[in-house]
T-cell receptor
């Protein structure tokens, strides 16, 4: 049974700082996804990582995948308030399993 | 945004009553999903569909049934609602295996 764990669950950080969210999973998977959810809103897709060593970046967010370690990271560079949201990782190709989410709060 | 509409957006119902939530898509995507979101649990898969009349169970399917008689509609039914089914329910669609999900705006269900 595939299990997906994220840490930390909550993260409060100051603007301008860097931090990393971790996503560990229990079995092999072809691909890994990152989603963002603003408070009270739906989820939107951020990244799809397709292979070992894959790295994708958009703005201040960079996601990477290490399939051997069964680990993905979402790195935040020089955080700004607009990045405050809950971030989810998920795995699967037709039956998608989500992590518990990391609630990020960026303090001005 | 992908054309996904969930209805109703909010519902309050009593324990023991049946409830049906509807997901309607205009994208002609093959795959449709129902998730529930609860604090501390993230999103958990209830049921999914890989075609008309083709459905399968997810992680937390007990107490729920689904039907898909047309490509565009995926219904989630709580046969006899319980307080533990109070949650926010999200529908999602995907055009193919491995493609990211597109989510609806959610239905907030309260069972009293």
């Amino acid at each position: 049974e595939l299990k997906v764990e994220q840490n930390p669950l909550f993260l409060s950080m100051q603007e301008g700082k860097n931090y990393t969210i971790y996503c560990n999973y229990s079995t092999t998977s072809d691909r890994l996804y990152w989603y963002r959810q603003d408070p009270g809103k739906s989820l939107e897709s951020l990244f799809v990582l397709l292979s070992n060593g894959a790295v994708k970046q958009e703005g201040r967010l960079m996601a990477s995948l290490d399939t051997k370690a069964r680990l993905s990271t979402l790195h935040i560079t020089a955080a700004v308030h607009d990045l405050s949201a809950t971030y989810f990782c998920a795995l699967g190709t037709y039956k998608y399993i989500f992590g518990t989410g990391t609630r990020l709060k960026v303090l001005a | 945004d992908a054309g996904i509409t969930q209805s109703p957006r909010h519902k309050v119902t009593e324990t023991g009553t049946p409830v049906t939530l509807r997901c309607h898509q205009t994208e002609n995507h093959r795959y449709m999903y129902w998730y529930r979101q609860d604090p501390g649990h993230g999103l958990r898969l209830i049921h999914y569909s890989y075609g008309v009349k083709d459905t399968d169970k997810g992680e937390v399917s007990d107490g729920y049934s689904v039907s898909r008689s047309k490509t565009e509609d995926f219904l989630l039914t709580l046969e006899s609602a319980t307080s533990s089914q109070t949650s926010v329910y999200f529908c999602a669609i995907s055009e193919s295996t491995g493609a990211p999900l597109h989510f609806g705006n959610g239905t907030r269900l309260t069972v009293t």
